[in-house]
């Protein structure tokens, strides 16, 4: 799973900031009309001259800078070399086509075909397919756009925004580059399984908000109360008095930080303080989502039941 998220995370990132991740399909393409597959280790040699397909698939089997900037055009040699961004791409391609030393099974190259690649994971049988799924081909021109699909048992897992790349390859001196590149979104709101999946996706993003939240706040509480057993002798429950003395970052206070998790959802409740021991615990108010707890231990502790006291009991540690 791993792979392929990483796979999907270089090329939204190829898009954004103008290099190439991408495929293309055109009309010379050889070949036999059914689709065929190569295994990543399998590497050819194109008797005929290099197709836009051929290109892009010669990046993703090895991308090292050299090839990399092969298929740059002229005006961006040395962008992988010389700029921060340039640097990111190489390192996020390389490790989403499996050189950085993760293993190569289950990812699949095809010559031909609607399918450019697929990555299935062998663990869970998790599958992640990215495809063609327009192609304007015209003479030293391809205007190309791509999605990715993702599979959990077979079942295609529906993407509410539907993303796609855009690539534009033109030739240059006989070569495949990337001339332009884009990213596009549709929001087909009168569509009900859209609806559904944008829905169930956005509620996920709050909860995974508001558990980074009831963290930080929880850290928050832990460093306070240090502090206060350092300069008062014992822990305290009123959040008054875990202020921070000096000039600090509104994370570093508690009570700042009770009102954030009260946006998203959370409360934070101190309880069992003395000299030597209190507990804090973040809690979402509507009873689904993680509990996020701590002690004066200072280990920072979750719980998915979204109960205190399962979390202190048996909570998985965050840290």
């Not at 190259?109 to 495809?131: A, C, H, N, W």
Request: include cysteine.
């Amino acid at each position: 799973m791993r792979r392929m998220t990483m796979l999907l995370a270089a090329a939204v990132e190829w898009a954004i900031v103008g290099s190439a991740l991408g495929f293309a399909q055109t009309s010379t393409t050889p070949g036999p009309a059914a689709q065929s597959s190569t295994k990543a280790t399998t590497e050819a040699s194109p008797a005929a001259p290099q197709t836009p397909r051929q290109a892009i698939l010669e990046i993703l089997r090895s991308p090292d800078k050299a090839t990399l900037e092969k298929h740059l055009p002229a005006a961006a040699k040395g962008l992988v070399e010389k700029s921060p961004w340039g640097q990111q791409m190489f390192v996020g391609l390389s490790a989403a086509s499996g050189t950085s030393g993760a293993s190569h099974e289950g990812l699949e190259y095809f010559e031909s075909g609607p399918v450019l690649m697929r990555y299935e994971d062998p663990k869970t049988q998790q599958r992640m397919e990215i495809t063609i799924e327009n192609d304007d081909f015209s003479g030293d021109q391809d205007a190309l756009e791509l999605s990715w699909h993702m599979f959990k048992n077979g079942e295609e897992q529906a993407h509410w925004y539907k993303p796609r790349i855009l690539l534009n390859m033109k030739q240059e001196s006989g070569i495949w580059k990337f001339n332009e590149v884009g990213f596009s979104a549709k929001l087909p709101l009168g569509d009900p399984e859209f609806l559904k999946a944008m829905s169930k996706e956005l509620e996920g993003q709050q909860q995974q908000m508001g558990k980074m939240y009831a963290m930080m706040a929880v850290e928050a509480v832990n460093e306070a109360e240090q502090q206060r057993l350092k300069n008062a002798g014992s822990y305290s429950c009123n959040l008054q008095d875990l202020k921070p003395t000096t000039k600090s970052r509104a994370t570093e206070d508690p009570a700042t930080m009770v009102e954030l998790l009260r946006s998203q959802g959370y409360k934070l409740t101190l309880s069992g303080c003395s000299a030597s021991a209190y507990r804090v615990v973040a809690l979402p108010t509507s009873g689904s989502g993680t509990a996020v707890c701590s002690d004066e231990s200072g280990a920072i502790r979750s719980s998915a039941s979204g109960k205190a006291l399962e979390c202190w009991q048996s909570g998985r540690p965050m840290k």
